[in-house]
T-cell receptor
């Protein structure tokens, strides 16, 4: 069975601070995909990044960066110079490659509050 | 680019009533997924369809049923609604052979009074 753990339920930072959201996953499959989604107060799920299990390269996209480490089964997400608009719930998710329609397993989410 | 369409966006029902949620996948996407997100919870997988056949099933109550039609749109039917069914219901779509991509709709917020 797959499992995603986000131990930080809520994080509060002041604007311009850097913040890292942790994600630890469990799966026995060797091929899998990891995702981060942002859910703002409006409720929609906004796709941020997708990573497959064979690509451990870290990625940077503007103020966002992701650190994927298979050795520790972690896929952490860092926001640099946070802004108020970053306030949202962030979900880490896992999907295994079964070759057929396969579900996403989500973590419980981390609520990020960025204040002025 | 066209996205996943869900209707209605908001729905208010009384206990014991029925509700039907609709999902229109991205054009050419053949696979549809339904997720339920309760207040303060993470999205939980309910059910998925590929080519009109159920392909995977999660924690979907027996009171719920779903199907996918020949045009690939899907409907989630919910009967004997309970207060606990109040949630955000997401539909997502993908191509069967692109398991690394799953595009979410904006969700339907169901409130059961």
């Amino acid at each position: 069975a797959q499992k995603v753990t986000q131990v930080q339920t809520e994080i509060s930072v002041v604007e311009k601070e850097d913040v890292t959201l942790d994600c630890v996953y469990e799966t026995r499959d060797t091929t899998y995909y990891l995702f981060w989604y942002k859910q703002p107060p409006s409720g929609e799920l906004v796709f941020l990044i997708r990573r497959n299990s064979f690509d451990e390269q870290n990625e940077i996209s503007g103020r966002y960066s992701w650190n994927f480490q298979k050795s520790t089964s972690s896929f952490n997400f860092t926001i640099t110079a946070s802004q108020v608009v970053d306030s949202a719930v962030y979900f880490c998710a896992l999907r295994i490659n079964t070759g057929t329609a396969s579900k996403l397993t989500f973590g419980t989410g981390t609520r990020l509050q960025v204040t002025l | 680019a066209a996205g996943v369409i869900q209707s209605p966006r908001h729905l208010i029902k009384e206990k014991r009533e029925t509700a039907t949620l609709k999902c229109y996948p991205i054009p050419r996407h053949d696979t549809v997924y339904w997720y339920q997100q309760g207040p303060g919870q993470d999205p939980q997988f309910l059910i998925s369809f590929y080519e009109k056949m159920q392909s995977d099933k999660g924690s979907i109550p027996d009171r719920f049923s779903a199907q996918q039609f020949s045009d690939y749109h899907s409907e989630l039917n919910m009967s004997s609604l309970e207060l606990g069914d109040s949630a955000l219901y997401f539909c997502a779509s993908s191509l069967r052979d692109r398991v690394d991509e799953q595009f979410f709709g904006p969700g339907t917020r169901l409130t059961v009074l």
